[in-house]
């Protein structure tokens, strides 16, 4: 097991694997799994800042990719439960549309928004563009901004160590 677990790490190490990393990272975070892709790219991005806006479109096809995933998730979980029983559509969602779907980069809502995007079977083109819109103005945004703050900038949010 232990070899397994070195292994799987060892994949994952940014040296080897920097943007089949970000791709599979991006990917995880954009599902119902607690996770955050942001520090691995910022940390690509610093240590190959020429690959700066092929790392920002990897994290964005993957994220978007996740997010994909997500929708038929909710797609194919409204097919289940029609056969049941009649389901009741939220409201707001649908008014928005797929417009809605920009916002899916948000932390805690933003991938169960993906899933109640497929559940509605709001139009699956559209919602993917808005998806990845969305999700590549966040990865613009944070990656430049830990791109600007000063090495080092997060020791001052650490204690202090004795």
Known sequence: MESLL???F????????GLPTIFGVAFVSAT?????????????VKLNPEQLWVA??????????????TYWLGYGAHEAVARHRQTR??????RFG????????????????????????LPFLKSVGWMALG????????????????????????PPYE
């Open 89 to 94: 559509y939220l409201g707001w969602l649908q």
């Open 6 to 8: 070195t292994s799987l």
């Open 10 to 17: 060892a994949w994952f190490s940014l040296d080897d694997n």
């Open 56 to 69: 920002i479109a990897t994290a964005t096809a993957g994220n978007t990719l996740g997010g994909v995933v």
């Open 135 to 158: 999700k590549a103005l966040r990865y613009v945004l944070m990656t430049g901004g830990l791109l600007w703050l000063p090495d080092g900038w997060w020791e001052a949010l650490l």
């Open 32 to 44: 119902l799994l607690p996770m955050g892709s942001e520090p691995v790219l910022a940390t690509f």
């Open 98 to 121: 797929p417009k809605a779907l920009f916002f899916s980069f948000l932390p805690v809502v933003g991938d169960p928004l993906c899933a109640v995007a497929g559940w509605l079977k």
